[in-house]
């Protein structure tokens, strides 16, 4: 008998992956296939502009580009922890279309890899992309009740 994960959960558990998704680790192990996409390719040049202190020329993702430069500016020693309470929401409120798709992508192959669905904690009825949405969704909307 599988269980359903409640929405409290499920936020619970989307916000605990979200608050550890650290774009400087990915950044530093982008394969050629990163560097080939256009929006992976966009996120590294912004990160390089904001490691290097140079304000960002593009602008595809104003709210988290300006949240994320506020934060480096800020205090460039806690940035990252910044970036995962203050930005990320911006990477799922339709802010940043090819951040959520580039993180939909991550979550989906690691879901199909491990499962997830298929976890009794989880028991998720549909397939990994829609568990992503059903979970980013519930995540945006706590971040904005709060």
Avoid: W
Avoid at 4 to 28: G, H, N, P, Y
Avoid at 32 to 49: F, G, N, V, W
């Amino acid at each position: 008998m599988r269980v359903d994960l409640s929405a409290t959960a499920r936020e619970q558990f989307f916000e605990s992956v979200v608050l550890k998704f650290d774009m400087m680790c990915i950044a530093v192990k982008c394969t050629k296939a990163c560097k080939s996409c256009r929006a992976c390719h966009y996120a590294l040049e912004q990160i390089q502009s904001l490691v290097k202190g140079r304000d960002s020329e593009k602008q595809l993702c104003p709210l988290l580009e300006n949240c994320v430069e506020t934060c480096v500016k800020t205090d460039a020693g806690k940035a990252l922890a910044c970036v995962a309470d203050r930005c990320n929401i911006h990477c799922y409120d339709g802010d940043c279309p090819s951040c959520k798709q580039l993180s939909k992508r991550m979550f989906s192959r690691v879901c199909k890899d491990l499962s997830l669905t298929k976890l009794p904690q989880i028991a998720f009825p549909g397939e990994c992309p829609e568990l992503f949405q059903a979970m980013s969704d519930e995540f945006v909307a706590k971040k904005k009740r709060v």
